[in-house]
Structure formats: C-alpha cells, structure tokens
Nanobody, 119 residues
Framework: VQLVESGGGLVQPGGSLTLSCEAS????????MSWVRQPPGKGLERVSFISRGGATRTAAESVKGRFLITRDNTKNTLYLQMNRLKPEDTAVYYC?????????????RGQGTRVTVSS
C-alpha cells in the first residue's frame, strides 16, 4: 500500500486548500478511504470518510459544511476540498485506506501533508 498526500501549505483564515492523495499497490476502487489529521501536540482525529464508490460520505462535526471528500477511481486519487479554513484546522493531514465501516488507527496511511492556517 502506498499513499502520497500533497497540497498542504500555509493559508489565511477563511481561505481554501485542496489536498490530494495518490494511491497505489492495492485496488483503490475496492477500498473505502478516509482523511484523518493530527493537530500539533494532539492525537489523530477523523476528518472525513468516503465509501468505495463514493455514495457514502461522512464528516466530523468540526468540518461539516466546510470540507468535502471526493475520489476519482479512474485516477486512483482521493481529494479533500477545504473551505473557510480556521486556525484550529492546523494539522498534518493523512489519507488512509479504510475498512467499509470507517477508519481505525491501525489502517495504513501516507506520510501526511501539513496545513497551517494563520494570518
């Protein structure tokens, strides 16, 4: 399993970013996927989940209405569109290959991409 995130960076509060995750080494279209994040000094937390075909999506309450998870199974790529970013969204963001019922800490994930929201 290989997962490579990209798209992080420094953004002002209220701004937007789109993260990408290129997947390889497993049948991407047969795997649910998740985005998780680790804020500075804190543990991993769920951000959003998408089912194999994309019909089911869930999001943490803290990002609902601001973040959108999507996937392109023809490109083996997962995305996270982040809008109206807040300083509390500052974290390292990871994509993770998930089970059909959601993410667990043991699921394989990439090396992460850092998002910093600051003025």
């Amino acid at each position: 399993v290989q997962l490579v995130e990209s798209g992080g960076g420094l953004v002002q509060p209220g701004g937007s970013l789109t993260l990408s995750c290129e997947a390889s080494g497993f049948p991407f279209e047969l795997s649910a996927m998740s985005w998780v994040r680790q804020p500075p000094g804190k543990g991993l937390e769920r951000v959003s989940f998408i089912s194999r075909g994309g019909a089911t999506r869930t999001a943490a309450e803290s990002v609902k209405g601001r973040f959108l998870i999507t996937r392109d199974n023809t490109k083996n790529t997962l995305y996270l569109q982040m809008n109206r970013l807040k300083p509390e969204d500052t974290a390292v963001y990871y994509c993770a290959k998930s089970g059909d019922l959601g993410w667990s800490p043991a699921d394989p994930r990439g090396q992460g991409t850092r998002v910093t929201v600051s003025s």
